[in-house]
């Protein structure tokens, strides 16, 4: 098998915890890659941009959510048909405003340990799989 060579695309997604434990999943709207599969939200970092930065802006685009601190939880390097991505998975407590779509998305509170909407983004397994473990032990970052 030969590595993936193609530039790296980093890219911001957010995980809005509501306080009954569950989160928010997106999606993918017609005409992008990977159309009617759900992911976290999130987008590409411009140049220059933090990843905090990025985060911010992209919730409040497709969410019109105003954001408090983000807390990383991994960062994970993926290939896709259409790209080689690097995912900077961050868990966001508080925010403003209720999620709404706002690119013709559609959105569920699911809980992390029983997902009922599917197919899901290859690189969200993972990360669900430990928000389901961090959810067992009601781990919140400080």
Do not use: N
Not at 67 to 96: C, K, M, N
């Amino acid at each position: 098998m030969t590595a993936d060579t193609r530039q790296l695309v980093d890219v911001a997604v957010g995980i809005l915890h509501r306080s009954d434990g569950r989160l928010l999943l997106a999606q993918r709207p017609i005409g992008k890659a990977y159309e009617g599969w759900w992911e976290f939200p999130g987008g590409k970092l411009e140049s220059g941009e933090s990843v905090e930065q990025a985060l911010a802006r992209e919730l409040l685009e497709e969410l019109g959510v105003h954001i408090g601190p983000s807390h990383p939880l991994t960062v994970s390097e993926f290939s896709y048909p259409h790209a080689r991505v690097r995912l900077h998975f961050h868990q966001v407590f508080d925010w403003q405003g209720e999620p709404h779509s706002r690119e013709g998305q559609a959105l569920t509170w699911e809980s992390p340990c029983a997902i009922d909407v599917a197919p899901l983004l290859p690189a969200s397994l993972p990360v669900i799989e430990l928000l389901c473990e961090q959810s067992r032990g009601r781990q919140r970052p400080d």
